[in-house]
C-alpha cells in the first residue's frame, strides 16, 4: 500500500504564501483533504481547502519552532467531522532541515490521538513540511498512531510538480535517456520515470501516444480499450502487423512495448472505462490520455480530472470530406489539457452531449437503442470515417509535449493555453490556441470548485 498526495495548485500557493513568510519564522497551516482509495494498492488524499493559522492565532512562532491553540484544531475537525475528510498539518523549516524533528514526532502524534478520538478512525491524517523553497515532504498518520512516508506529493495546476523523497540531482539517468536528458536535464526524466498514465483508447492516436510515452521512459502505463485489430486498421496502428488482425489491440501494443525492452512496467484492460478495473488504473494514474472517439468515455474522464484532480490531456481529430470530390472540407485535431481551474470539455463544447447519451445507451440498453435507431433519431452512425495516419500521430505527438511542456516547462508562454485546436487544410501553420480562462461559467463541473479534489463519493463522480 502507497500513500501519496495530490495538491491544487491554488492550494499549493496559498500555503507557500503562508509559510515563507519574510519574518523566517515557523508557520502553520492546515489542508483539508478528501481521499481516493483503491485497496491494497494507493491510499490518495486530495486537497480540497486550505485553513492557515495567522500570526495571533501562535503562541510561538520561532525559526525552529512553532506552538498554537488547540481550539483551532478542533473547530477544523468540528469542520470535517460529517464528511469523513483528512487533516493535513502543514509547517515550514526555515533553516531547511529537511526531516520532522522529535518535537514534530511528539507534537503531531499528541494532535494526531486528539483528531483519532473526537472524529473516529474512519480515516487517515498526514503532516507535511515546507522546505525554504517550497519542496514539500511529507508522512501519513494512521489510525494507530504510526506513519508512513508520503511517496508521491504531485501540485497538479498549469504546472505539473512532483515531489518525492528519493528526488535527487545525483540521478543516474539510463544510458537509453541520454539524449533526452541532454535536452531536458536529468529532473525530467527521473520525474517521467515515477509517472504512471493511463492511455484510453489504443487507436490510432492512443497506440502512437503509448510508444512515445514509452520512448519518453514513462514509468509505468496502463492501456485502456476493449477493442480487436482489424484489417483496416493497419494504415494508422502503431505496432500492429497484419499477422496480428482478431488480437486484442491493448495486447499487441503491449507487446511490442515489452519488445522495446526499455523497462517500461505496462498492464491491459479489456473493458470499457466505466469498469471497476478500469476505475481503479484511473485512480491510480498520476496523469490520463484521452484517446477515443467515445463521447460517453468523455463524460466520465472530464469529471474525472476534476473529481480527482488527475490532469486529463484530451485528444481528438476530424476530417470531413466533400461527398464524391474527394475535397478535404475539414481536417482539424484538438488537444484539451484538463485540471481544476480550467474550462472543461463540456463548456468547451468538445463533447456530442446527444452522441454520448447514444452510445451509452448502445452498451447498456442495446434494444432501446435499436429502436432509437430504427427511428432514424440516431446521429452518430455512418460511413466509416477517414482517418490517416500522418495527422492522428500528429496530434498524439502535439498531446505528449502538452504533459512534458506542463512538467518541464520548455515553453512558459504556452502553459496559458490549456486548450489548442489545428486546422491542418489551412494555409499557415494552421493552429489556433484558445486562452484558458474561467469566463465564469455556470458550469457544474469547472465553473465552481465543490467538486474539485471530491475523490471517492457515492455514487461515482456524482453520475446518477
Ligand atoms: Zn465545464
Redesign the pocket.
Given at each position: 500500500m502507497k500513500y501519496t498526495l495530490t495538491i491544487q495548485e491554488s492550494h499549493y500557493s496559498e500555503l507557500k504564501n503562508h509559510l515563507l513568510n519574510e519574518d523566517l519564522n515557523e508557520h502553520v497551516a492546515f489542508v483539508i483533504c478528501s481521499r481516493s482509495l483503491v485497496n491494497g494498492v494507493e491510499e490518495r488524499l486530495l486537497s480540497r481547502e486550505v485553513i492557515t493559522l495567522s500570526n495571533e492565532k501562535l503562541i510561538i512562532s520561532e525559526p525552529t519552532k512553532v506552538s498554537w491553540d488547540n481550539q483551532y484544531f478542533i473547530e477544523i475537525l468540528k469542520k470535517v467531522e460529517s464528511k469523513n475528510f483528512s487533516i493535513i498539518l502543514v509547517h515550514n523549516h526555515p533553516e531547511g532541515f529537511n526531516q520532522f524533528s522529535e518535537i514534530d514526532d511528539k507534537g503531531e502524534k499528541e494532535l494526531f490521538q486528539l483528531a483519532f478520538n473526537r472524529n473516529g478512525y474512519n480515516t487517515i491524517h498526514a503532516s507535511l513540511i515546507m522546505l525554504p523553497d517550497g519542496y514539500l515532504i511529507g508522512r501519513v498518520w494512521k489510525t494507530n498512531l504510526s506513519n508512513v512516508q508520503i511517496s508521491l506529493i504531485r501540485i497538479i495546476g498549469k504546472r505539473i510538480v512532483l515531489n518525492y523523497p528519493d528526488k535527487t540531482s545525483d540521478y543516474e539517468t539510463p544510458e537509453v535517456f541520454n539524449r533526452q536528458q541532454l535536452a531536458f536535464g536529468k529532473a525530467l526524466v527521473q520525474d517521467l520515470s515515477k509517472l504512471k498514465i493511463s492511455v484510453v483508447g489504443a487507436g490510432a492516436t492512443g497506440s502512437a501516444t503509448a510508444l512515445l510515452l514509452t520512448r519518453l521512459g514513462i514509468g509505468e502505463l496502463c492501456l485502456i480499450d476493449k477493442d480487436t485489430v482489424e484489417q483496416s486498421n493497419l494504415n494508422r496502428l502503431h505496432g500492429a502487423k497484419l499477422s496480428d488482425v482478431g488480437k486484442y489491440k491493448v495486447d499487441v501494443l503491449q507487446q511490442y512495448i515489452k519488445e522495446i525492452g526499455i523497462g517500461t512496467k505496462i498492464s491491459v484492460v479489456k473493458s470499457w472505462v466505466s469498469d471497476k478495473e478500469c476505475i481503479d488504473h484511473l485512480k491510480t494514474s498520476d496523469l490520463i490520455f484521452g484517446c477515443t472517439d467515445d463521447d460517453a468515455g468523455r463524460i466520465l474522464l472530464?469529471r474525472f480530472a476534476?473529481f480527482y484532480l488527475t490532469p486529463v490531456i484530451d485528444m481528438g481529430l476530424i476530417i470531413q470530406v466533400k461527398k464524391d470530390m474527394n475535397e478535404i472540407q475539414d481536417l482539424q485535431g484538438r488537444v484539451s489539457y484538463l485540471y481544476p481551474g480550467n474550462?472543461?470539455?463540456?463548456?468547451?463544447g468538445n463533447i456530442n452531449t446527444q452522441r454520448a447519451y447514444e452510445q451509452d445507451l448502445k452498451r447498456n440498453n442495446p434494444e432501446s437503442y435499436k429502436k432509437l435507431k430504427n427511428e432514424a433519431y440516431v446521429i452518430g452512425e455512418g460511413d466509416p470515417s477517414p482517418a490517416v495516419v500522418t495527422f492522428t500521430t500528429q496530434i498524439a505527438s502535439i498531446s505528449v509535449n502538452e504533459l512534458l511542456n506542463r512538467i518541464q516547462g520548455y515553453n512558459p508562454s504556452l502553459l496559458d493555453f490549456p486548450h489548442k485546436q489545428f486546422f491542418f487544410h489551412r494555409y499557415g501553420d494552421g493552429s489556433e490556441i484558445f486562452p484558458g480562462n474561467i469566463s465564469n461559467?455556470e458550469?457544474?463541473?469547472?465553473?465552481q470548485s465543490n467538486y474539485w479534489g471530491r475523490g471517492d463519493m457515492q455514487p461515482f463522480l456524482d453520475m446518477a
Open positions: 472530464n476534476y474550462d472543461c470539455l463540456i463548456t468547451k461559467n458550469c457544474r463541473i469547472c465553473g
